[in-house]
């Protein structure tokens, strides 16, 4: 019951996630495959902590991943004879506000917004944007493609 419980009110949460070319997700709702595909990834969600209580009950935290979101409002990535494409990519100097959706120098790509690069990226290239409008980040040169995780340098 609390897993439920917790799911509806991270339901309610996500309506207010923005999406980089502006509005919030429940804007996107109207669309009957979209609102399935998040329905999805709700019900889908990871249990991050699940803490019992003395009087029986549990504090239950769950968490959708952002990608999960990403893929509910574009639909999946087509898959590609060969994912040669670096795995991550560190982008410098975005001015973009974070936000789901981004188009990464034409590519529809999964982001990741982090003020550090984190251990597991430290080797990654690193390529800086050079605009960012709408919901678009533009890069110096073309680098990554579709399976690529563009960690995005967040001021």
Do not use: C
């Not at 998040?38 to 769950?62: E, H």
């Not at 409002?73 to 410098?92: F, N, Q, W, Y």
């Not at 890069?139 to 690529?148: E, Y």
């Amino acid at each position: 019951m609390a897993e439920e419980a917790a799911k509806k009110q991270l339901a309610a949460q996500l309506m207010d996630l923005p999406l980089a070319g502006g509005g919030t997700l429940k804007a996107k709702l109207a669309d009957k495959q979209v609102a399935a595909r998040i329905a999805r990834a709700v019900d889908a969600a990871l249990t991050v902590a699940a803490t019992p209580q003395t009087d029986g009950s549990w504090n239950v935290t769950l968490a959708v991943p952002i990608e999960a979101v990403r893929l509910a409002l574009a639909g999946p990535r087509a898959a590609t004879k060969s994912d040669r494409d670096p795995p991550v990519i560190i982008i410098e100097g975005a001015t973009a506000q974070p936000a789901v959706g981004y188009s990464i120098g034409g590519l529809a790509a999964a982001t990741v917004f982090l003020k550090d690069v984190p251990a597991w990226a430290k080797g990654a290239p690193r390529v800086k944007a050079t605009t960012a409008s709408g919901a678009s980040i533009e890069l110096a040169a073309k680098h990554g493609g579709a399976s690529t995780l563009f960690v995005i340098l967040a001021k």
